[in-house]
């Protein structure tokens, strides 16, 4: 019997890295974000489990390809209806049924992680291996941002009201305390579950090291938008 588990979180949120630092142990298999939409407009890779709509059919059909003891997979909260699930409670119980581990992860700074989204969909700047060599920035529409950081918010919420109601225990790893450069990730994940500890060469760089002004081309007139609703606390460098 393998131990299952899933990685519940927003977008740009550091789940790339931990997804590859987890599939980077000699005892753990990630497969990333499979229920995402690809360049083809297809997701699960074709597969005969989504014409069937069994997404758990799929996931066991990879995880068997693994000789390793541990499997699991990342969730984004976009992608939820693409795996069969669109209400999260449904998609938690369907997974703590089948004995899936939670790993839940969330960002503080909610104006940066948007930032990071929009320079990843708008310029293709996402996932680095290597030092960072450009300085990109892009125009924010404020209102179209409020409306994702506020979908992101609830998505963090109703996430953790779940798993505290139905008693499901779960590792919660912040981005900013977890992922900082002592990467008090790596031991978590591990102590989490109980892996002996290995030296992982991280597997990517930070993407967006800047403050916001420099990445955002109209910030006052994004932090002006957020401050009318009473955002203060989230326009953060």
Same mark, same amino acid.
């Given at each position: 019997?393998?131990?299952?588990?899933?990685?519940?979180?927003?977008?740009?949120?550091?789940?790339?890295?931990?997804?590859?630092?987890?599939?980077?142990?000699?005892?753990?298999?990630?497969?990333?974000?499979?229920?995402?939409?690809?360049?083809?407009?297809?997701?699960?890779?074709?597969?005969?489990?989504?014409?069937?709509?069994? @997404?758990?059919?799929?996931?066991?059909?990879? #995880?068997? =390809?693994?000789? %390793?003891? &541990?499997?699991?997979? $990342? !969730? *984004?909260?976009?992608?939820?209806?693409?795996?069969?699930?669109?209400?999260?409670?449904?998609?938690?119980?369907?997974?703590?049924?089948?004995?899936?581990?939670?790993?839940?992860?969330?960002?503080?700074?909610?104006?940066?992680?948007?930032?990071?989204?929009?320079?990843?969909?708008?310029?293709?700047?996402?996932?680095?291996?290597?030092?960072?060599?450009?300085?990109?920035?892009?125009?924010?529409?404020?209102?179209?941002?409020? @409306?994702?950081?506020?979908?992101?918010?609830? #998505?963090? =919420?109703?996430? %953790?009201? &779940?798993?505290?109601? $139905? !008693? *499901?225990?779960?590792?919660?790893?912040?981005?900013?305390?977890?992922?900082?450069?002592?990467?008090?990730?790596?031991?978590?994940?591990?102590?989490?579950?109980?892996?002996?500890?290995?030296?992982?060469?991280?597997?990517?760089?930070?993407?967006?090291?800047?403050?916001?002004?420099?990445?955002?081309?109209?910030?006052?007139?994004?932090?002006?938008?957020?401050?009318?609703?009473?955002?203060?606390?989230?326009?953060?460098?």
């Amino acid at each position: 019997m393998k131990q299952k588990f899933v990685i519940m979180t927003n977008p740009r949120t550091g789940s790339e890295y931990l997804a590859k630092l987890l599939d980077n142990h000699t005892q753990v298999t990630c497969l990333g974000e499979v229920f995402s939409i690809g360049p083809d407009g297809e997701a699960w890779n074709h597969s005969k489990y989504k014409q069937q709509g069994d @997404m758990f059919g799929y996931l066991d059909y990879e #995880f068997s =390809k693994s000789d %390793k003891p &541990i499997c699991g997979y $990342k !969730q *984004i909260s976009n992608w939820l209806e693409n795996a069969g699930y669109p209400k999260l409670e449904a998609f938690i119980q369907a997974h703590h049924e089948r004995q899936y581990r939670f790993i839940f992860l969330s960002r503080e700074n909610l104006l940066k992680e948007y930032v990071s989204f929009m320079l990843m969909m708008q310029k293709g700047y996402g996932h680095i291996s290597e030092e960072q060599k450009q300085k990109l920035s892009v125009h924010l529409e404020p209102r179209v941002a409020y @409306m994702y950081m506020r979908k992101w918010i609830g #998505f963090n =919420k109703r996430c %953790k009201e &779940i798993l505290n109601q $139905k !008693q *499901i225990p779960y590792l919660d790893l912040l981005y900013e305390r977890d992922f900082a450069k002592d990467k008090k990730v790596k031991e978590k994940v591990f102590d989490f579950f109980s892996l002996p500890y290995e030296e992982i060469v991280d597997p990517l760089k930070q993407t967006n090291p800047y403050q916001l002004e420099e990445l955002i081309d109209n910030y006052d007139e994004v932090c002006k938008y957020l401050k009318d609703k009473g955002w203060e606390e989230h326009i953060k460098k």
